[in-house]
């Protein structure tokens, strides 16, 4: 809502591509995508765009410097680019879940 909305990003059913050819050819390989709502970057930007962002912890778990999960958003890739496992502990202030999670 705070970040995305503003620009019209906010649906969680849409989809990234580098262009609009691009789009036109998904669509035409995938019928069923016929309705759904793509993005594609504005005129004039630069071909590449990599944004970055971290996941902290699931909730009722403690976030620290080592178990923070990096992450990359761009047209044609998001997800985790380093892999690894991370753990977390349970938070002092949760009651909830098992005193300890791991993730790979």
């Given amino acids: 809502e705070t970040y ?10 849409s989809y990234m ?5 691009t789009v036109d050819r998904i669509k035409r390989e995938n019928p069923e995508l016929k ?3 793509f993005h594609v970057p504005a005129a ?7 944004m970055s962002g971290v ?3 699931p909730e009722g778990y403690e976030p620290t410097a080592e178990n923070v999960a990096p992450l990359q ?3 044609d890739y998001t ?3 380093f892999g690894g496992i991370v753990r977390y502990q349970r938070s ?3 009651v909830r879940g098992p005193d300890a999670l791991e993730l790979a």
Avoid at 4 to 13: A, C, D, I, R
């Fill in 4 to 13: 995305l909305k503003p620009f019209g990003l906010e649906s969680l059913s």
């Fill in 17 to 21: 591509a580098p262009d609009q050819q």
């Fill in 35 to 37: 309705e759904a709502e």
């Fill in 44 to 50: 004039g930007r630069p071909k590449t765009f990599v």
């Fill in 55 to 57: 996941i902290l912890a």
């Fill in 73 to 75: 958003m761009s047209p």
């Fill in 79 to 81: 997800g985790s680019p």
């Fill in 92 to 94: 002092s202030r949760s």
